[in-house]
């Protein structure tokens, strides 16, 4: 089944515990991203990645890292959560670079920064 | 800068019965796609329709159609024979591309559709 995973699903942490929520696309997609969506904002794009080995900022990078060393994973770290990174967390992915393609979302990470 | 809206935080509509949710976007680009998602209480991101810019005709899926307006930049979505299952937030966003920036979705805040027996 073509799909995108997320690891895990429901994560509670603690200010400053670096963690890593991890995607995972079986489509052979080449553009992957991630987002965040907060009450009231709806979705902002974190980071996106084109390509293997290629990744861009989007609109609220701030306190994230991301990598892409394998086209299927694209994983997002937090290298010192803090409490206002508490927000769902969605990753996605389309199958090229153009504005044509649809973007195929994951199930969401619910993340609560104590 | 890329803006959309949703103009409606809420609306509810009876089973059987027609509702429309407006969008409205902002952009000084000319070749964007649009799109409405949906969000169940499950949380999942579920394409409901897409609108190609250039293309003047509606886009439909079964019951879910789009008026789409460019010059007026409106592109609400009309959902008929509502369905309980219909109940959730409905987002409209689009997308755009540069060789810049690459390309990201912009989405609205949402609207919050509840289906009533």
């Known amino acids: 089944e073509a799909q995108v995973t997320q690891n895990p699903r429901y994560l509670i942490t603690v200010t400053g515990k670096k963690l890593t929520v991890t995607c995972s696309q079986n489509m052979n997609h080449e553009y992957m991203s991630w987002y965040r969506q907060d009450p009231g904002l709806g979705l902002r794009q974190i980071y996106y990645s084109m390509n293997v080995e290629v990744t861009d900022k989007g609109d609220v990078p701030e306190g994230y890292k991301v990598s892409r060393k394998e086209k299927r994973n694209f994983p997002l770290i937090l290298e010192s959560p803090s409490p206002n990174q508490t927000s769902l967390y969605f990753c996605?992915?389309?199958?090229?670079?153009?504005?044509?393609?649809?973007?195929?979302f994951g199930p969401g990470t619910r993340l609560t920064v104590l | 800068a890329q803006t959309v809206t949703q103009s409606q935080p809420e609306m509810s509509v009876q089973e059987a019965e027609t509702v429309t949710l407006s969008c409205t976007y902002d952009?000084?680009?000319?070749?964007?796609?649009l799109f409405w998602y949906k969000q169940p209480p499950s949380r999942q991101m579920i394409l409901v329709i897409r609108?190609?810019?250039?293309?003047?005709q509606n886009a439909t899926e079964n019951r879910f159609s789009v008026n789409f307006q460019k010059a007026a930049k409106s592109f609400s979505l009309k959902i008929s024979d509502s369905q309980l299952g219909d109940t959730a937030m409905y987002f409209c966003?689009?997308?755009?591309?540069?060789?810049?920036?690459?390309?990201?979705?912009?989405f609205g805040k949402g609207t919050s559709l509840l289906v009533t027996p």
């Open positions: 966003a689009f997308m755009i591309s540069n060789s810049n920036s690459g390309y990201a979705l912009n």
């Open positions: 952009t000084s680009e000319n070749n964007y796609y």
């Open positions: 996605a992915s389309s199958p090229g670079r153009w504005y044509t393609d649809t973007q195929y």
């Open positions: 609108q190609e810019a250039y293309k003047q």
